[in-house]
Nanobody
Framework: QVQLVESGGGLVQPGGSLRLSCAAS????????MAWYRQAPGNQRELVAR???????DYADSVKGRFTISGDNAKKTVYLQMNSLKSEDTAVYYC???????????????WGQGTQVTVSS
């Protein structure tokens, strides 16, 4: 069984920073893309940032220049450094990972439980 455990959410004032972490554990034969999504009340879940196996990165336009995604393959962990936070960044942030957890190396996508980020004065 694969688990994604997120940490680092919380309450921060506008202009502040937070760093989210997501660690993958369990039986992992191959770890592929890892990504952060977010979902605000009444909104659909949206992609925030993604990093693939070779380090290629994509960002949502709304976070470019403010958020930075990075990964540590040895620790099977992905990070999201969030700077210059705005009230509209308030959401539950979810980690997503493409994982081959069986010997046939079939890729399945797993989700973390989510961590709340609230940006408010």
């Amino acid at each position: 069984q694969v688990q994604l455990v997120e940490s680092g959410g919380g309450l921060v004032q506008p202009g502040g920073s937070l760093r989210l972490s997501c660690a993958a554990s369990g039986t992992i034969f191959r770890l592929g893309d890892m990504a952060w999504y977010r979902q605000a009340p009444g909104n659909q879940r949206e992609l925030v940032a993604r990093i693939d196996e070779v380090g290629s990165i994509d960002y949502a336009d709304s976070v470019k220049g403010r958020f930075t995604i990075s990964g540590d393959n040895a620790k099977k962990t992905v990070y999201l450094q969030m700077n210059s936070l705005k009230s509209e960044d308030t959401a539950v942030y979810y980690c997503n990972a493409a994982v081959a957890a069986t010997m046939d190396l079939r890729i399945r996508y797993y989700w973390g439980q989510g961590t709340q980020v609230t940006v408010s004065s």
